[in-house]
């Protein structure tokens, strides 16, 4: 008889132990769907995951192991218990630098253990800004901390569902800063690197829209400072030439309409609200937010921490199982 392949291990990291992440967690490694195409591997607290499955009336972690080593011997759903908080201590939906730094700290492992090769993604529950910030460290997001903890030269984030996808030229900036940081070759990178994803993901080559960043595009120049004319169309024009499938750039106001998505596989958007409102508004609960341009997989969820409803068993985990689900589907054919 032949030996059945091993299943993907994915790392889930716990995010911030004040949201709904650790519920979230739980209700994966609960999740049969889940454990028939891969091992989630749970980086996170015993304590705290303890605390809110109590609290939310959820079974608790029943496999445990305790040093990143024992991973490659990992056949089922588990936890490898990081601690670095003390669980008793923690106010759901308080924004805290303790969460903030034991957030960070899941995050950290996972990544160490994907570059090892014992993990083969990482998935993500939310984090909390505020609180990272807190705790002394200034990144501000998961894509940013992928992007330097791995060394990448170039990232993007890019947002699917079965609605809308959408990568992002600038992302957790503010607007005033927008027009300063976009440049032709940056506009290039998230092309190449949207066309790549989404090859593995649409199965062909994809047709990718361009949004403008002003108003109607710009009108020629009526609107803005020309950003359209002197750096968004010479990267469209470029990209062409290179042999991509992409068109713009679009007036932001019509682009997302029915017709446009039916002939759409993926929008290049100028910054970040461009493409996650409408994104949000048609895909919230089901999104999967992807970090393009690492050496690792890394999916997570579309959402936030949810402190409103932070260990109360509220939390719709559907994203996150979406999440887990593209991070096996990115995964190279071997």
Known sequence: MSKQPAKPRIALTM?????IGPE??????????LAEICTPIVFGDAATLRRVADACSLPGPHHLIEEPAEIQNVVEPCLLNLGYLEADEINPGMV???CGRAAYHFIETAILEAQAGRVDAVCTAPINKEALHEAGINYPGHTEIFTDLTGSARSCMLMTSDALTCSFVTMHIGYSQVPAALTRERILDVIELTAHAMRRLCGHEPR???????????????????EEEQIIEPAIEEACKRGFTVEGPLPPDTAFLPQRREKTDAYICMYHDQGLIPLKMLAFDSAVNVTLGL???RTSVDHGTAFDIAWQGKANPNSLYEAMRLAVQLLPES
């Open 15 to 19: 995010g911030d132990p004040a949201g």
């Open 24 to 33: 979230l967690c739980l209700r994966a490694l609960a999740e049969a769907s």
């Open 96 to 98: 805290s630098a303790t």
């Open 208 to 226: 990718m829209v361009v949004c403008g960043l002003n108003p109607h595009a710009g009108e020629h120049g009526l609107f803005g400072d020309h």
């Open 295 to 297: 050496p690792i997989i």
